[in-house]
Nanobody
């Protein structure tokens, strides 16, 4: 089992930046692939970024070039740096963990989830 705790959400103007953090408590973080997903009101949850144990990354087309996922295995933490934010990025962002070295682009492959952190981008 691994417990995930997100932080760093908030209100930002369009064009601004935010960095989300997700601290993992429990088993060996370095052997887990991690991801960030989001869910906007009335929309399905989508995976926006994922990172393997070795650092290979995946990005959804909607955030490619604006968001960067990274991890610090020494701190058991994964980050999502969000730049050039748009109002359509407004959502609750969730950290996700998968007990595999390799990431997956499917939400169904992630068994561990944080409680979520709200990101609101004003126009």
């Amino acid at each position: 089992q691994v417990q995930l705790v997100e932080s760093g959400g908030g209100l930002v103007q369009a064009g601004g930046s935010l960095r989300l953090s997700c601290a993992a408590l429990g088993r060996t973080f370095s052997s887990y692939a991690m991801g960030w997903s989001r869910q906007a009101p009335g929309k399905e949850r989508e995976l926006v970024a994922a990172i393997s144990s070795g650092g290979s990354a995946y990005y959804a087309d909607s955030v490619k070039g604006r968001f960067t996922i990274s991890r610090d295995n020494a701190k058991n933490t994964v980050y999502l740096q969000m730049n050039s934010l748009k109002p359509e990025d407004t959502a609750v962002y969730y950290c996700a963990g998968r007990s595999s070295y390799h990431y997956s682009s499917s939400l169904n492959d992630y068994a561990y989830w944080g409680q979520g952190t709200q990101v609101t981008v004003s126009s």
